[in-house]
């Protein structure tokens, strides 16, 4: 119980927006035959806090009953990608590029500069494309870096189908705003970056985090790349 105690005290401090169900899921891939209500239990005991529940967004419907956002069927059909904005501690701005698997819910890259351009989109994506290969359809909003002819020409060259949501409404990109969320909560909300290279380097690592370690609850709570897994876990 004590050992048992220690370790969740230690992983709510490593992992400090996850509640009691995730920690839970952890530690049963980490070997502890341990259930969610002992967990709770002692979740509680020990004064942890389980962050508030985020409010479900709603979806935008069409006349007939269906939804006018593609569903993602199997892993590469839709990716998604959009920008955050982040600030290091002398007050300058600089951005990350999310690049998801709506499927997965694998995080595919993030890529972190003061400015970003059209070009620096394409390269990150031609990347991607030969390491993994190239997704059926890629969904973004509607701004000047997804929608710029030499973007839009080259995907369609290469056979990617565009999906732009409509201006003004971020829930039918709700995958990608979902992943930025939880990035701003865990992660930007509670780091302060003193340089843009610790930046990069703590970004980074909490992107192997999410797709090794951290439990989604929309994947029965397991990691979305759980094979490369659990080193970290265990440690």
Known sequence: EAKLTLRITELASKYGRYGYRR???????????????????????????????????GRLWLNDG??????????????????????????????????????????????????????????????????????????????????????????????VNTLFIEPGSPWENGYIESFNGKLRDELLNREIFFTLTEAKVLIEEWRKDYNQIRPHSALGYRPPAPEAVMSAVLT
């Open 66 to 159: 269906s939804c006018i956002r593609l569903r993602p069927e199997h892993k590469d059909h839709v990716w998604s990608y959009d920008f955050v904005a982040e600030r290091t501690v002398n007050g300058r701005a600089f951005r990350i590029l999310n690049i998801i698997d709506e499927y997965t819910r694998e995080c595919l890259a993030m890529k972190i500069g003061r400015r970003i351009t059209s070009q620096e989109v394409i390269d990150k994506l031609f990347e991607l494309f030969l390491l993994r290969g190239i997704p059926e359809n890629i969904r973004s909003d509607n701004g000047p870096e997804f929608t710029a002819k030499q973007i839009r020409k080259w995907l369609n060259r290469i056979g």
């Open 23 to 57: 920690i839970t899921a952890i530690l049963r891939i980490a070997g502890w035959r341990v259930n969610h209500k002992r967990v709770e239990r002692i979740w509680r005991k020990e004064g942890l806090k389980v962050p508030q529940k985020q409010p479900k967004r």
